[in-house]
Nanobody, 124 residues
Framework: QVQLVESGRGSVQAGGSLRLTCAVSGYTYSGTYVAWFRQARWRELEGIASIYTAGRAAYYANSVKGRLTISQDTGKNSVYLQMDSLKPEDPAVYYC?????????????????WGQGTQVTVSS
């Protein structure tokens, strides 16, 4: 059974940092894409970072470029999202998703597996 479990939820002050972890089990994700999405209250799910697990190429939405870093540790079957310089508009539930079908990195229904999400809160 494939499971994606996010961890690292927390509340930080604006300008602070937080690292989220997506632990993948039951699935060998090498050679596919793993992505982070987020959904703020009253807003649609938004793709923010994606990594190609074989070549480690990383892609970012313009809204987070320069502040977020996606990385992976294949030995731990984990993908990380380092978030720096957090802003008041960053609070959301953050989800990881794996196994992209198709070529659109930010297409929500393009990913086969999803985690349950983890809450990030930023205080001003």
């Amino acid at each position: 059974q494939v499971q994606l479990v996010e961890s690292g939820r927390g509340s930080v002050q604006a300008g602070g940092s937080l690292r989220l972890t997506c632990a993948v089990s039951g699935y060998t994700y090498s050679g596919t894409y793993v992505a982070w999405f987020r959904q703020a209250r009253w807003r649609e799910l938004e793709g923010i970072a994606s990594i190609y697990t074989a070549g480690r190429a990383a892609y970012y939405a313009n809204s987070v470029k320069g502040r977020l870093t996606i990385s992976q540790d294949t030995g731990k079957n984990s993908v990380y999202l380092q978030m720096d310089s957090l802003k008041p508009e960053d609070p959301a539930v953050y989800y990881c998703a794996a196994d992209l079908r198709g070529s659109n990195l930010w297409r929500v229904d393009g990913y086969l597996y999803w985690g349950q999400g983890t809450q990030v809160t930023v205080s001003s």
